[in-house]
Nanobody
Framework: QVQLVESGGGLVQAGGSLRLSCAASGRSFSTYYMGWFRQAPEKEREFVVSMRWSAVSTRYADSVKGRFTISRDNAKRTVYLQMNSLKPEDTGVYYC????????????WGKGTLVTVSS
């Protein structure tokens, strides 16, 4: 059974940084797309970034380009999201996701971790 467990959320001031982690288990993810999505209060969930587990290809939402970086550690089976220069509009619940079809279409989801950026 696939499990994705996020951690690293919290409260940070605008301009600060956070690193989110997503521990993946339950199967081999070598052919999967791994990504991060977020949902702000009273808004729909939106795409943030994703990558192929086994390749260097990535896709970023325009709103986070140059500030966020996705990476993964094969040995730890963990995907990271480094978030720098955070803005209040980055506030939301961040979800780790995995899927086989594309950078944007995911099959498995974590429960999310809350990121709050204060102004």
């Amino acid at each position: 059974q696939v499990q994705l467990v996020e951690s690293g959320g919290g409260l940070v001031q605008a301009g600060g940084s956070l690193r989110l982690s997503c521990a993946a288990s339950g199967r081999s993810f070598s052919t999967y797309y791994m990504g991060w999505f977020r949902q702000a209060p009273e808004k729909e969930r939106e795409f943030v970034v994703s990558m192929r587990w086994s390749a260097v290809s990535t896709r970023y939402a325009d709103s986070v380009k140059g500030r966020f970086t996705i990476s993964r550690d094969n040995a730890k089976r963990t995907v990271y999201l480094q978030m720098n220069s955070l803005k209040p509009e980055d506030t939301g619940v961040y979800y780790c996701a995995a899927g086989e079809k594309s950078f944007y279409d995911m099959d498995y989801w974590g429960k999310g971790t809350l990121v709050t950026v204060s102004s």
